[in-house]
């Protein structure tokens, strides 16, 4: 920390405030004195009075202590820049799950029916009838169940009530009755139970 940059800081944002070092002692409830000593850098603003004099000139402690503002606009701006790059990341990876999600569920499908329909129309022993069924029958359950994940954790739902966005437990998205990827779950947020849209940005 240094004191004459400091010192020289609370100057600059108290001309920009429009305030003398009178006026600016009065709002704090010391002497003018004080405020002199902290611009020249003799002193540093006690602990006390440091939440009100900050709030006073429109700057964060941080700032104060650091003795710039630009500086931790820089970084502030850096940190939501990665973090908007997260969240888009998130969505590119969503979108590509549930593409995943929609041919596992078709290739599902097929792995389920082909079978069955082949055990109906060839002419077979039953055996051999429950043999063919049951080898469709486990991988289809195995891909539909992968599906269902990632249908759970890509994305969230959208509450049509309140336009709460969430993500459902894994047993509230099983035993919801759906139409496609839309689901007739309860909103944690309202209460409600409504037809709930899959939507992958939470903006
Ligand atoms: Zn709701």
């Not at 800081?9 to 920009?16: G, H, L, N, Y």
């Not at 409830?29 to 902290?38: E, L, M, P, Q």
């Not at 603003?45 to 006073?56: E, H, N, W």
């Amino acid at each position: 920390m240094d004191q004459i940059i400091i010192g020289k800081f609370i100057a600059e944002r108290r001309k920009e405030k429009g305030l003398t070092q009178m006026q600016l002692a009065q709002e704090l409830g010391i002497t003018d004195r004080a405020v002199s000593k902290w611009e020249n850098g003799r002193a540093l603003p006690d602990a006390s009075l440091m939440l009100q004099l900050c709030r006073i000139l429109g700057i964060s402690v941080t700032e104060l202590l650091s003795g710039e503002v630009i500086a931790m606009e820089n970084s502030n701006q850096e940190l939501e820049k990665r973090l908007l790059e997260m969240v888009r990341e998130k969505e590119r990876r969503d979108k590509q799950l549930l593409r995943i999600e929609w041919v596992l569920g078709i290739l599902s499908c097929i792995i389920l029916f082909v079978p069955i329909m082949i055990g109906a129309l060839l002419p077979m022993e039953d055996w051999q009838r429950i043999v063919l069924v049951f080898s469709g029958f486990v991988p289809a359950i195995v891909g539909f169940s992968f599906a269902m994940k990632i249908e759970q954790v890509a994305g969230y739902y959208e509450c049509k009530e309140c336009g709460h966005k969430y993500v459902p437990t894994y047993k509230a998205m099983y035993m919801a009755p759906h139409m496609g990827r839309t689901r007739h779950m309860k909103c944690p947020e309202c209460g409600k139970k409504t037809w709930q849209k899959k939507v992958v940005s939470k903006d």
